[in-house]
């Protein structure tokens, strides 16, 4: 990157970090960074959508919905996570292909399943074969995203769960009393009340998910956990011009930083969105801010 | 929320969709194996390996793209259309040969050796790495050593260096430039054995139309030498050639 790079075997040591830093691999490192920031952040609204969905449906009167809602709970929440990882990319994977396989290319005369094949037709594969490579490594992280949000949605619809059961019902029945439908009182009194009780839990999972990100690199997605463990190994001078020894654990002990200072920065957050959150509500941390105000 | 999974879902379907047919063969390699194949400084995928298939896929007339995969799950990925064709160091076994199939060799018949961190380490009663799914791991299961697998080739050196295991048995040539950087802390030990039938590039068995073309391309080069050219250059010169 820097024009001095170019005599690699001469530099001081300095300059020659300064160099070895800025290869073209390390920067496939640093965008891995990215890759994770990106994956929090369309994960955690769409798990979250998901849990919000999950919620209502548990707590519907109508009761395959509320079977449902309580099914994806406690079946989500009662597996290792790591089973539902590698279960749903898969079945993701094959259950689109198999619908586009089945639109497709209706006269295809082969079985789908043979052996431990699973083959469909050259235009449903998913990307198609004939793809760039962006587009599969973009596909690969959208089921990333979908599994990872249906794993956490699952806790999240709990959490939520929790917290709609936690509004006083006082405020229910006074809203009924007003003559309101249960969907305004659904939407204009519970839903605003609800996330006082929910956030606690919610913070919790947002640690838990942030924790959960190298989970990728089982997924086959170059993540930094894979960058981290490619790069540390040992360089011999034949194969690059930055040979070192086995500094993997110099690369781990990086991706622990910036893990504890990245869930630092979240507790921080959250602490305030608590304090705004439970403002003038009728619990005990909202009677203490009160008391303290007057 | 649904709306958005849908839209990114049709996005998804209409970007497969909208691509050229004309046919792109995408070249599966492990990335971690040199001088066979590695992720260079600048981040690409090179070795002997790049260098070989992209000469093959010009005198095939072919497009080729090169994807990284683990070498654990490089044969179920090929199985299942992920990419097609496995170019990776892989030796050409009777195993192997019942789910996919193999070109002729470009490689004649490696010799595996130990590599250990001193004199006098029992290869026959001790503990040896060897990388998962490989002929070395299969040999040394087979001959009484204690057999650690590991993910990465990496991993392998890495568990004699500190001491988990004895020896490491791996193909000479991935071997030979680790021990000779080493300063002396690394050293080959015992007898080389000589394993599998030579290394040749792995396809669908439903492929042979492209197999048939790389088989051409390879016979092509073996007859001009430019093979023989590309061994000298990643493997040394007193390689085997053909």
């Not at chain 1, 295809?108 to 050259?122: I, K, M, S, T, Y």
């Not at chain 1, 504890?260 to 009677?287: C, K």
């Not at chain 2, 009663?125 to 799914?133: D, K, L, M, N, R």
């Amino acid at each position: 990157m820097f024009t001095y790079c170019v005599d690699h075997d001469t530099l001081g040591q300095l300059a020659w970090l300064s160099c070895y830093l800025t290869t073209g691999v390390h920067m496939s490192f640093y965008l891995a960074f990215l890759k994770v920031l990106a994956l929090l952040a369309v994960t955690a609204p769409v798990a979250l959508g998901f849990g919000f969905l999950g919620a209502m449906a548990a707590r519907s009167h109508f009761p395959p919905l509320a079977w449902f809602g309580k099914g994806y709970i406690a079946i989500v929440r009662g597996v290792p996570d790591i089973a539902f990882f590698l279960f749903f990319v898969i079945a993701l994977d094959q259950a689109f292909e198999w619908t586009r396989h089945k639109i497709l290319c209706p006269d295809w005369p082969a079985e789908v399943r043979q052996g431990n094949d699973f083959l469909v037709c050259p235009q449903a594969k998913l990307p198609l074969g004939t793809s760039p490579e962006w587009v599969h490594e973009t596909y690969g992280f959208f089921l990333a995203v979908v599994t990872f949000a249906i794993v956490f949605g699952a806790f999240a619809a709990n959490v939520l769960y929790g917290g709609m059961r936690a509004v006083p019902h006082a405020q229910l029945e006074t809203a009924e009393a007003y003559g309101m439908t249960q969907r305004q009182t659904f939407w204009r009194v519970l839903v605003p009340q609800m996330w006082v009780y929910a956030l606690p839990g919610l913070s919790n999972l947002w640690m838990v998910l942030i924790k959960a990100t190298p989970l990728l690199f089982l997924l086959g997605i170059d993540d930094i956990v894979y960058w981290a463990r490619s790069l540390g190994g040992t360089k011999t001078a034949q194969f690059t011009d930055y040979p070192h020894g086995d500094w993997r654990m110099w690369y781990f002990l990086f991706l622990l930083v910036f893990y504890l200072a990245f869930t630092r920065v979240s507790e921080v957050a959250l602490e305030r969105l608590m304090r705004r959150l439970t403002h003038g509500q009728a619990t005990t941390g909202g009677e203490a801010m009160r008391r303290a105000a007057a | 929320m649904k709306k958005l999974i849908l839209s990114a879902a049709a996005l998804v379907l209409a970007a497969g969709m909208a691509v050229a047919q004309d046919k792109t063969v995408r070249m599966g390699t492990e990335g971690a194996y040199p001088p066979y194949n590695f992720v260079n400084d600048k981040g690409e995928i090179d070795g002997f390996e790049r260098e070989f298939g992209d000469e093959l896929c010009k005198r095939a007339g072919l497009t080729c793209e090169w994807v990284k995969n683990d070498w654990d799950s490089i044969i179920p990925n090929l199985v299942s259309g992920n990419y097609d064709t496995i170019i990776a160091g892989m030796s050409i076994t009777d195993e192997r040969k019942k789910v996919i199939s193999f070109t002729q060799d470009y490689y004649p018949p490696t010799e595996s050796a130990y590599v250990a961190a001193s004199e006098g380490v029992d290869l026959k009663g001790g503990i040896v790495s060897a990388q998962t799914a490989t002929i070395q791991a299969g040999f040394i299961a087979e001959s009484g050593a204690t057999l650690v697998e590991f993910a990465t080739p990496e991993e392998t050196i890495a568990a004699v260096r500190n001491g988990e295991a004895d020896a490491v048995f791996a193909d000479y040539d991935y071997l030979a430039p680790i021990v000779a950087e080493s300063g002396g802390s690394l050293m080959f030990v015992g007898e080389r054995v000589p394993l599998g039938g030579g290394v040749g590039m792995g396809l669908r068995q439903s492929d042979g139309e492209l197999l048939g073309k790389f088989d051409k391309a390879i016979t092509e080069m073996k007859a001009d030498g430019s093979l023989n050219t590309l061994l000298k250059k990643w493997f040394g010169e007193e390689t085997v050639t053909y």
